[in-house]
């Protein structure tokens, strides 16, 4: 018995344990949002800032309990998609999210759904609760875990997170019909939420990528575009409003960033290239730069000279493109060089030397001309 | 009280979940660290490996003999893999002579490496080495620091285990008084990469080699428990380079399933289990003391300084308020008043300095990255003469914002003489808080960002007279989220960066990192002590 009552004793130093830590538990939201803006995850672009400006007018349009006027979202660099809002009107999306998404409309249908359990103070009702759920249940606590010699603690806890996981899904399912009804007041579709994410879930799949957040746990998406299927607001009709990304920002963005999603995969997670650039390529079509990319995969699995020609012929082809970055000659030349064809590899470096004739590695493609 | 089901359906079923312990399963093929996947492919493509040495020196401040030390062990080590190990000469001479080409991947002006240059003999040295030797794939060896984990007064890492306190104490004392705490040490790692001939990356792993602090409350000083251990000292024994080498090849080595087999049991696969008693001792810590200010003895300074430039605030990337700088400036004519020197501002030196350094094309050797002190010698003799001044100044003063590091302990952040609650950023009162204090034990120990103001003196030809740094205020807040996993509440430390928009406004603050940091200039040890005692004094008040 004395086991237990110990253990009843350490359950108790933790209530008294968290209560005592609380306060230090919390930073301003203005802090964190310095430390955020401050970062080197922060994307600095004017016209980026301007455009998701622009699309959170349109949505606060919608919203009069919106912090009007306070509400500004940014971007961070990350390879998966997030997106949240601090209580201070900061919110941050990420590059993960905008390469993933097709349009503007799922673009605002995400922030909408950010901003939602903001407006409806989410947070603050589920902390509230969890909080009268611990005082309601100390005492039969207590007893099981003294019963049990505290073996039933784990599975007490594991209960007490799976409630809190569900009511967290039912606040989260009730916010999200708030954001799909914002979304058709101002011409949005609201159907663009489900959307957003099932195509979310596809790509992440298709990457063989995952997180734990809302955006990035495949089961959770899954669950929670099914939820949003249900709702009424899914189907309600936008009202008229004023075009859509007439200038088609969102498809400039989200494009540049998938880009460079791939070229940051091809050291570290190349089997996401190929999908990143399929998808880039069925919006805007073969580039110099997508040639490149893929050529760049091949020319990493040419390790064997049977595998060179196949690494030659994607370079062939990147440099037949007008935008061709100046690499691809570069890399021709050495593929040429180790495949034993000196005319086509001073060809190729004289052409990468015209184009790029003040390259820090410059002198060196000097010497494999002076030396083929 | 009602009693729930689930809480009875607990009851029932803790019999049933006490025996339910999923057994172990094998590691990954990413998680040993084959990112492609297939051990079986690294294996039968990599026969001839060329072994690219290690840079030298590996680590800033570490003997560079160490380097080779490392070659030579990793030899063996890679050939107990079944490889055949190719020297590295023909990759050294390639790597020589782009260097060369390219003008040196050094930038002559910082001393840093030039990214591109660097990118680009890096790749061609290893194309020549793969291409001459016929080579199937190239090994490349660095040294990297790392954190370990710390577990009461175990530390462990990339395979290797050690006692957090280096092994200063006895058995006695770590079973009476052993620390209890968790968090993390600096370590340093041997981290192994094999490369395909296109410098695609097949396997990548690090092998722990020691730890570069060391947790000791019984040898800690006044301000931190953390020992730091010279860098010089770093890297000196065999034996752990030893371990670290099979830590980071035994993936290669042996299968998923033999690793995990031998996992717990076996230390020629689970390295940390290489008991710390068969290994030499590790060399011992010593806590961070502030550097000598005074680099020639003051009296020497005083005897042929009588007229120095001061260089404007060099902000180094900060933005503090309106008034700062000329704050700090005239807080710096009046602290070295006392010592009647013509304090001459010169709002051009730091454009002029640029200039100088700029003419003679940097003072850093673009080859190694070495300061060249003839040069730099050059830069102050032109500097000075460009200026021109009439009657010549015997020294130049720098001053400039800095960001550096402070050690908190419970919360509360000392460093270059100033302190800051690192929870609140309020002031720091010693002892407990329910004493009043303002020491926080969740908060326990560790590093965070801070500013100080540095000062440094230095004569027309560029030799340094005195260095220091005051304090300013903390660059960031510290919060402790606490997180509970019976039976253990873990507290852990989150840092948030301040808007620059609210540093440097506290004058009191501005003003004691200007004192403190030209205090061993300015005052004589009598008066330092006397200022020391008043300070006291004061606080008592």
């Known amino acids: 018995m004395w086991r237990a009552n110990a253990v009843a004793l350490a359950v108790l130093g933790v209530i008294l344990a968290q209560t005592a830590t609380a306060a230090d538990d919390s930073l301003s939201d203005e802090r964190v949002e310095a430390s955020y803006n401050s970062g080197t995850a922060f994307v600095h672009h004017a016209g980026l800032d301007a455009y998701l400006r622009q699309v959170v007018h349109r949505l606060q349009a919608a919203n009069s309990d919106a912090p009007a006027g306070s509400l500004r979202i940014h971007v961070l660099s990350n390879d998966l998609p997030y997106a949240f809002i601090l209580g201070n009107g900061a919110g941050y999306i990420t590059t993960g999210l905008l390469e993933r998404l097709d349009d503007e409309q799922q673009l605002a249908a995400i922030i909408a759904m950010s901003l939602a359990p903001l407006v409806r103070r989410d947070q603050q009702t589920l902390t509230a609760e969890n909080r009268q759920r611990m005082l309601r249940n100390f005492l039969p606590n207590l007893l099981v875990i003294t019963a049990t010699a505290g073996l039933g603690a784990p599975m007490m806890a594991k209960a007490d997170t799976k409630a809190r996981a569900e009511r967290e899904d039912q606040a989260q399912t009730a916010s999200d019909a708030v954001a799909l009804h914002w979304l058709a007041s101002v011409g949005y579709q609201p159907r663009a939420g489900p959307a957003a994410l099932r195509r979310l879930r596809e790509l992440l799949l298709t990457e063989q990528r995952a997180g734990s957040n809302d955006l990035s746990d495949l089961e959770h998406l899954a669950a929670r575009a099914d939820r949003l299927d249900q709702s009424d607001a899914v189907n309600e009709t936008p009202v008229e409003g004023a075009p859509i990304d007439p200038a088609g920002s969102f498809d400039r963005f989200s494009l540049y960033f998938a880009l460079n999603q791939a070229a940051a995969d091809l050291d570290g997670h190349a089997v996401s290239v190929v999908p990143i650039l399929d998808r880039v390529e069925a919006r805007r079509g073969e580039t110099g730069y997508t040639a490149y990319l893929r050529a760049e995969l091949l020319r990493r699995d040419s390790a064997d000279a049977s595998s060179v020609p196949v690494a030659i012929a994607a370079y062939e082809k990147c440099v037949s493109h007008a935008d061709a970055p100046e690499s691809c000659f570069r890399e021709l030349g050495l593929l040429y060089r180790r495949s034993g064809d000196s005319a086509r590899a001073r060809e190729s470096f004289l052409a990468y030397l015209a184009h790029a004739p003040k390259a820090a590695d410059a002198p060196i493609i000097r010497t494999y001309l002076e030396n083929p | ?541």
């Open chain 2, 1 to 541: 009280m009602r009693l729930h089901a689930s809480r009875l359906a607990v009851l029932a079923s803790l019999a049933v979940s006490a025996c339910a312990v999923p057994p172990p399963v094998a590691q990954t093929p990413q998680q040993l660290g084959f990112p492609g996947g297939a051990r079986e492919d690294v294996l039968g493509r990599c026969k001839r490996v060329g072994l690219v040495p290690v840079t030298s020196p590996p680590l800033p401040g570490v003997d560079s003999q160490a380097s080779a030390r490392i070659d030579l062990a990793a030899r063996p080590a890679l050939e107990r893999v079944g490889f055949t190990v190719v020297g590295a000469d023909g990759y050294t001479q390639a790597y020589d002579r782009f260097n060369r080409a390219v003008g040196g991947i050094y930038d002559p002006l910082l001393g840093t490496l030039r990214r591109d240059g660097y990118q680009g003999v890096i790749s061609g040295a290893r194309r020549e080495y793969v291409s001459q030797e016929h080579l199937d794939c190239i090994a490349v060896l660095s040294v990297r620091s790392t954190r370990a984990e710390m577990w009461g007064q175990y530390a462990s890492w990339d395979g290797a285990g050690e006692l957090a306190d280096g092994g200063a104490n006895s058995a006695v004392v770590h079973f009476f008084g052993g620390t209890s705490g968790q968090g993390t040490l600096s370590a340093v790692s041997l981290r192994l990469e094999l490369l395909n001939p296109e410098e695609k990356l097949l396997y990548t792993r690090d092998g722990g080699i020691q730890l570069e602090t060391y947790f000791d409350p019984h040898h800690g000083n006044d301000e931190s428990d953390f020992l730091v251990v010279p860098r010089a000292k770093l890297l000196q024994d065999d034996k752990r380079i030893e371990r670290a080498l099979v830590a980071a090849t035994v993936p290669l080595r042996y299968t998923p399933e033999q690793i995990l087999a031998a996992r717990w049991k076996d230390p020629a696969i689970d390295t940390t289990k290489i008991p710390v008693e068969s290994l030499p001792p590790l060399p011992a810590g010593a806590s961070q003391e502030r550097p000598p200010t005074l680099h020639v003895p003051r009296a020497q300074i005083l005897s042929s300084v009588h007229r120095i430039a001061l260089a404007p605030l060099a902000l180094n990337g900060f933005a503090p308020p309106p008034g700062f700088i000329e704050r700090i400036r005239a807080l710096v004519h009046e602290r070295l008043a006392p010592l009647n020197w013509e304090i001459v501002d010169v709002e051009s030196i730091n454009e002029v300095y640029s200039a100088a350094v700029r003419a003679v094309g940097g003072y850093y050797d673009p080859l190694t990255g070495k300061l060249d002190a003839e040069r730099l010698h050059t830069v102050f003799t032109n500097t000075m003469k460009t200026l021109a001044l009439t009657p010549p100044a015997d020294a130049i003063l720098a001053i400039s914002l800095v960001r550096t590091q402070a050690a908190q302990r419970n919360g509360n952040a000392e460093w270059d003489a100033a302190e800051q609650q690192a929870l609140t950023l309020g002031s720091v009162v010693k002892g407990p808080r329910l004493l009043g204090g303002t020491a926080n034990n969740t908060a326990g120990e560790g590093l965070v960002d801070a500013s100080s103001i540095q000062v440094l003196l230095r004569d027309p030809a560029g030799n340094t007279l005195y260095q220091a740094r005051g304090g300013i205020e903390l660059l960031q807040q510290l919060s402790i989220k606490t997180q509970m996993v019976y039976p253990r509440i873990t507290y852990h430390q989150q840092f948030a960066d301040r808007a620059p928009t609210e540093l440097f406004k506290d004058a009191a603050r501005n003003e004691h990192a200007v004192m403190v940091s030209l205090r061993d200039l300015a005052l004589s040890p009598e008066q330092i002590a006397a200022e020391a005692v008043a300070a006291q004094k004061a606080q008592k008040r």
